[in-house]
Antibody, heavy 124, light 107 residues
Framework: EVQLVESGGGLVQPGRSLRLSCTAS????????MSWVRQAPGKGLEWVAL??????????EYAASVKGRFTISRDDSKSIVYLQMNSLKTEDTAVYYC???????????????WGQGTLVTVSS | DIQMTQSPSSLSASVGDRVTITCRAS??????LAWYQQRPGKVPKLLIY???SLQSGVPSRFSGSGSGTDFTLTISSLQPDDVATYYC?????????FGQGTKVEIK
């Protein structure tokens, strides 16, 4: 059974940093892209960041709203993907979901599994 | 960046009705589009990938169509369990942008 379990959320002051972790199980972690999606209270979904599998270069992509402040990384030996969030702003307050990206030659990428999410609250 | 626009933003329909939600991309994204269902208080769930492929375990009343810039999610016979917000997401290249969501309610 595929499981994605996020941790590391909490209350943090504006300007500070926080690191989220997502521990995966039930699949060969290194074969998949991983991404983070967030949802502010009462709002829609916002894609945040992506890290491709090592097979596809392990390259990363970011939403414009977080580029330069957030860093996604992965440790395939531990089946964990991280999101380092620096210079946090009040508008970064959201539930952060870890997601698995599946790639197919005919289908391209799509996200097929989501974690339960972890709440990040940025407030003084 | 490519923008994804869903319409309508909300709708109310009766049980058994056919419901159609549209997602429009500002540029051609081929068939690199997925649809998700998010029930109130729950985690999003994949319904459709590659514009028209039904995810395993999803009821057959859900279907997707379209290519290029215009896409549709159809619920052939709306059920009470379908009350949710539905999102499209593009995957042709990063950023993997979502539509703003369509909230579906029962009349």
């Amino acid at each position: 059974e595929v499981q994605l379990v996020e941790s590391g959320g909490g209350l943090v002051q504006p300007g500070r940093s926080l690191r989220l972790s997502c521990t995966a199980s039930g699949f060969t972690f290194g074969d998949y892209a991983m991404s983070w999606v967030r949802q502010a209270p009462g709002k829609g979904l916002e894609w945040v960041a992506l890290i491709r599998s090592k097979f596809y270069g392990g390259t990363t992509e970011y939403a414009a709203s977080v580029k330069g402040r957030f860093t996604i990384s992965r440790d395939d030996s531990k089946s964990i993907v991280y999101l380092q969030m620096n210079s946090l702003k009040t508008e970064d307050t959201a539930v952060y979901y870890c997601t698995r990206g599946l790639y197919g030659l005919l289908t391209g990428y799509y996200v097929d599994y989501w974690g339960q999410g972890t709440l990040v609250t940025v407030s003084s | 960046d490519i923008q994804m626009t869903q319409s309508p933003s909300s709708l109310s329909a009766s049980v058994g009705d056919r419901v159609t939600i549209t997602c429009r991309a500002s540029q051609d994204i081929a068939n690199y589009l997925a649809w998700y269902q998010q029930r109130p208080g729950k985690v999003p769930k994949l319904l459709i990938y590659a514009a028209s492929s039904l995810q395993s375990g999803v009821p057959s009343r859900f279907s997707g169509s379209g290519s290029g810039t215009d896409f549709t999610l159809t619920i052939s016979s709306l059920q009470p369990d379908d009350v949710a917000t539905y999102y499209c997401q593009k995957f042709n290249r990063a950023p993997w942008t979502f539509g703003q969501g369509t909230k579906v309610e029962i009349k």
